[in-house]
């Protein structure tokens, strides 16, 4: 079992999403183990507000995201609620308005994010994992988008990360068949950066989100708005606003600090201005 932090925990869909804060480091855990974190609509919506709370706690410098349990980071959109609220196009199009405004939150969030997943990571689970910046694995992993086997279309902005991630010969063969794939592949195909044992898995993702806790947030804000950037076309891209960050960092109290204390042979302590 994971050994996740239940300092400040706050709870929200009935306690299927919970959230914590421990060393600067926001957690938000999938909490439905018995459905193996399925998502349902009101999960989706409490991501949103854990999300949003996290974003806005000036505490909080990163944010990992996991499922409770060993079995499943989440293994997709709840289907036993899609007879209700999926069934034909009209349904569909507002369960996706409800749940891709969560999505939207992570595609657009501010601070780095990092996904912890064990176990199944499937369809829904693997577009909350894709938008995370950085996927750590553990060994008994398996990927998969199964929307082939239920009659769904994947939509846009799953496919775009998808084929960002792996390219789009790997995004035809995981989307055409709906089979499933373990963590060496996936560590070999670029769906994830590191495959740990799973005893390993929760220290090792604390320990890079303590590590980036520590950086400059402002340096880090950089680097994601600039690669975020990069991956737009050129014609859409905001040169003015990866110019003005680095002005920003440039001007900033914690580059003073970062040179100050190299200098001086300590370690720096950043504020993010
Ligand atoms: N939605 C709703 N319920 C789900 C679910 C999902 N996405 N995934 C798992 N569950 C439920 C199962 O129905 C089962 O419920 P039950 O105990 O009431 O019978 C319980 O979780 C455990 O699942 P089970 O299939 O018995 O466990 P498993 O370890 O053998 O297999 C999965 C796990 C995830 C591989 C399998 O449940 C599965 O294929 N789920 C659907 C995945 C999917 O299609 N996701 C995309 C949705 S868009």
Not at 132 to 161: E, M, T, V
Not at 186 to 201: Q, T
Request: proline share 4%.
């Amino acid at each position: 079992m994971l050994d996740v932090p239940k300092s400040n925990e706050k709870s929200h869909a009935d306690g299927k999403i919970l959230q914590s804060i421990q060393d600067g480091v926001g957690v938000i855990t999938f909490n439905n183990p018995d459905k193996r974190n399925a998502m349902s609509l009101e999960m989706w919506e409490g991501l949103g507000s854990a999300l949003t709370e996290l974003r806005d706690n000036p505490d909080v410098r990163v944010v990992i995201l996991t499922g409770a349990g060993d079995k499943a980071f989440v293994s997709g959109a709840d289907i036993s609620q899609f007879e209700k609220n999926r069934h034909n196009a009209a349904a569909s199009e507002e369960y996706s308005r409800r749940s891709d405004a969560q999505r939207a939150l992570l595609a657009s969030y501010p601070k780095p994010t990092i996904a912890c997943i064990r176990g199944f990571c499937l369809g829904g689970g693997m577009q909350v994992a894709m938008l995370a910046d950085i996927r750590l694995a553990a060994d008994n992993s398996q990927f998969g988008i199964p929307a082939a086997k239920l009659g769904i279309a994947y939509g846009y902005d799953g496919l775009k990360n998808l084929v960002s991630l792996v390219g789009p010969s790997w995004a035809r063969l995981i989307m055409y068949t709906g089979m499933r794939i373990d963590s060496a592949e996936a560590l070999r195909i670029g769906l994830v950066e590191r495959v740990l044992p799973g005893a390993n898995l929760w220290d090792a993702t604390m320990e890079i989100a303590r590590t980036i806790s520590v950086n400059a947030p402002l340096a880090i804000k950089a680097a994601k708005l600039t690669i975020a950037q990069v991956l737009k076309d050129e014609s859409k891209r905001d040169m003015a606003a990866i110019k003005q960050i680095s002005t920003d960092c440039m001007d900033s109290a914690d580059f003073r600090e970062g040179r100050t204390a190299f200098m001086e042979k300590r370690k720096p302590k950043f504020q993010g201005r």
